[in-house]
T-cell receptor, first 112, second 114 residues
């Protein structure tokens, strides 16, 4: 059973456009929600993260929007660039604090 | 760059052989996590260790898999009698404290079983 559901599976955006990736979860005990960026052949790298008591967090061109009542959160990449082309994973920290549950990933392609 | 170091980067084994994957955490980090990534899937938690202790192995198969993080040296994920289904990318992450800090991942070991 997938604890964190992520969509879309793939996304193509024009340079300068906004990329939006969505995630949903069921377990209300999840208490920390990071996003990771992964390039081919590399490990995931932490991009930005949010706690459930905050509705939005922005770091540069990256913004997380969090809707606690709907149990959904999303990543927005403003002014998308070709260098942003990568696979993005959302995740949620489980109630024991020992593990993160990952979404299945979104392959983002930003075309010039 | 003293990031999380994993080796080997690629490992090929025949069915029935043993695979040993190594992970050196970032300097000053005493908490290590192992995750497995299958093609087209997200990462799946396997085990969480502190120095000389296994804290949570709830994601690790009960048979053939074991992990350790000795007082000295890297953390080791060991897979005995490998099968084709063990083919995956195995990632290690580390943190300086338990639970509360985002995890930094290594570049993984790609395990292929012939």
């Amino acid at each position: 059973q997938q604890q964190v559901k992520q969509s879309p599976q793939s996304l193509i955006v024009q340079k300068g456009g906004i990329s939006i990736i969505n995630c949903a979860y069921e377990n209300t005990a999840f208490d920390y929600f990071p996003w990771y960026q992964q390039f081919p052949g590399k490990g995931p790298a932490l991009l930005i993260a949010i706690r459930p008591d905050v509705s939005e967090k922005k770091e540069g061109r990256f913004t997380i929007s969090f809707n606690k009542s709907a149990k959904q959160f999303s990543l927005h990449i403003m002014d998308s660039q070709p260098g942003d082309s990568a696979t993005y994973f959302c995740a949620a920290r489980g109630d024991t604090g020992n593990q993160f549950y990952f979404g299945t990933g979104t392959s983002l392609t930003v075309i010039p | 760059n003293a990031g999380v170091m994993q080796n080997p980067r690629h490992l090929v084994r025949r069915r029935g052989q043993e695979a040993r994957l190594r992970c050196s955490p970032m300097k000053g980090h005493s908490h290590v996590y192992w995750y497995r990534q299958l093609p087209e899937e997200g990462l799946k938690f396997m085990v969480y260790l502190q120095k000389e202790n296994i804290i949570d192995e709830s994601g690790m198969p009960k048979e053939r898999f074991s992990a350790e993080f000795p007082k000295e040296g890297p953390s080791i994920l060991r897979i005995q009698q490998v099968v084709r289904g063990d083919s995956a990318a195995y990632f290690c992450a580390s943190s300086p404290v338990a639970a509360g800090v985002p995890q930094h991942f290594g570049d993984g070991t790609r395990l292929s079983i012939l």
